[in-house]
């Protein structure tokens, strides 16, 4: 189960022990390879561990699918190794040098010594036991519980073990750090960077090729803007060095440049549109509270795309579901039916977007909205294996639910022609587990920002109704 006092005799005395890491079984199913994270530190699993994963394993959920790989990659360690387990199996082979520490599984009985009002039957405290249990065999090493259950990690601290969440899917610890997908000039930007600065006309754009050390701190696709007396609007279309090129925008404020009759009211709203529209753009990620405009302009840009210019066939529209990727049931009723319930934010949007056009008259909406409901299809996460979209519009709506692995099951099916758009907002998580920092959308804003065919904008400004705005302020 642990070390032996004499194999441990050779180790430097001064040298800072490695710590002992007990799994919760939550983390393993949170994510598959926690066991090869923790660098050269050792992992414990107590008997209790396995045996929860044994429960999860049957199923199509997310959470089985993970317990099974979690199982697999258990098997694969254990059966690197012929001699007793009981030493420890070294993890720098099965992890290809990713971990140096080794992994303990749970040899022995372990006598539940805890406090009388505990129940020893419940898995939760049996783990606990288990910290008790080598806190003492080994009081020269740390032993510390890693869970992603906050209750656990109180329990266990009251214990006076200690308890820690998991921290290594995490992208940013302070989502305040998280990219915002546009930058603020300063007042002398034009003092420091207008001499040498070149312009040229492409397409009825203006662009600028700047120099200066402020172009190592942008990033493909930021934006760029400027209020005053002469405001700038612009984004950065390629950074070579110390020399970037930035681009004036469409101006989406302007009724003539209306999107499906709807105009952007802030200029947060025009830049997505700008993203939205452009076709050389092909994920973008719009973050923003209730009533920011997300699910509208992106339904939008979307129907003019399909209806208008014809540049996709369809759009596509998915959410996840409550209970999260959870099976939407056997009731009668197509994929699409059964759907409904979640969808009333789409409902919502397309009756603004069918007002929008006051001259078509009532017969008129009504053949505009059945012409758009042929043109959008409601499907289940549940279904997205396998599957490849070819030339579609694919909005993923309450993205925030996502893990970073249901993130990339859902991107990774855009086939050729087809753009992404994921929409949410970070502070309004229902997943058990996942945090802001963790999230699947945090994790693809991080990781996409910069590439030259993906965009990000976090919308700040309300515009549903002056109620609304004002409740979210002071509520």
């Known amino acids: 189960m642990a070390r032996k006092p004499e194999a441990s005799a050779n180790i430097d005395a001064t040298a800072t022990p490695t710590k002992f890491f007990v799994l919760d079984t939550n983390v393993l199913m949170h994510d598959p390879t926690s066991v090869y994270r923790f660098e050269e530190h050792d992992v414990f699993l107590p008997i209790m561990t396995l045996e929860e994963l044994d429960n999860h394993k049957k199923g199509m959920s997310e959470i089985a699918r993970n317990a099974r790989q979690v199982t697999r990659t258990l098997d694969e360690i254990v059966s690197s190794v012929d001699d007793a387990i009981d030493q420890g199996i070294r993890l720098d082979g099965p992890s ?13 009985a372990i006598a539940g010594d805890l406090p009388a009002g505990l129940p020893t039957a419940k898995a939760d405290n049996q783990i606990l036991a288990v910290v008790i249990h080598l806190q003492r065999r080994h009081p020269e090493r740390p032993v510390i519980l890693v869970s992603k259950d906050i209750n656990m990690r109180i329990k266990a601290r009251a214990l006076g073990l200690q308890a820690q969440d998991y921290f290594n899917d995490k992208v940013l610890e302070d989502t305040d750090l998280l990219y915002t997908g546009m930058r603020e000039l300063t007042t002398d930007f034009w003092h420091h960077y207008g001499q040498g ?3 040229r006309k492409k397409d009825g754009r ?4 700047l120099k200066g050390p402020l172009c190592t701190e942008l990033l493909v696709n930021q934006y760029l803007f400027q209020e005053g007396g002469s405001p700038l609007h612009a984004i950065v279309r390629a950074i070579s060095g110390a020399s970037a090129e930035i681009e004036t925008l469409t101006d989406y404020t302007h009724p ?6 709807i105009t952007a009211r802030n200029r947060e709203q025009n830049f997505a549109l700008n993203l939205l529209m452009n076709p050389e753009i092909d994920f973008v990620t719009l973050l923003g509270q209730a009533g920011t405009g997300k699910t509208l302009l992106t339904l939008a ?13 369809e759009i596509i529209m998915t959410r996840v579901t409550v209970p999260v990727g959870e099976d939407i049931g056997f009731l009668p009723g197509t994929e699409e039916e059964k759907m409904g319930p979640w969808m009333g934010a789409l409902e ?8 929008s056009d006051e001259a078509a008259g009532d017969w008129g909406r009504a053949a505009t909205r059945d012409l758009i409901r042929n043109r959008i299809r409601i499907k289940s996460l549940n279904f997205m294996r396998g599957r490849t979209f070819l030339n579609k519009f694919l909005i993923i709506d309450e993205a925030q639910n996502l893990t970073p692995k249901q993130m990339k099951t859902l991107i990774t099916r855009a086939g050729p022609g087809t753009k992404v758009i994921c929409l949410g907002n970070i502070a309004q998580i229902d997943t058990p587990y996942l945090t802001e920092g963790s999230s699947g959308l945090t994790y693809v804003v991080d990781r996409f920002k910069g590439w030259e065919h993906a965009g990000h904008i976090t919308l700040q400004r309300g515009e549903r109704s002056r109620l609304a705005d004002h409740a979210a302020e002071v509520l």
């Open 256 to 261: 003539k440049n209306n999107v499906w009759g």
């Open 96 to 108: 290809r040098k990713l971990a140096s520490g080794r992994l303990f599984l749970q040899t022995e």
């Open 206 to 209: 203006t662009l600028y090729r």
């Open 348 to 355: 919502d949007n397309l009756e603004v977007l069918n007002k």
């Open 197 to 199: 600065i070149e312009s």
């Open 301 to 313: 840009s979307g129907l003019t795309q399909v209806l208008e210019s014809k540049s996709y066939s």
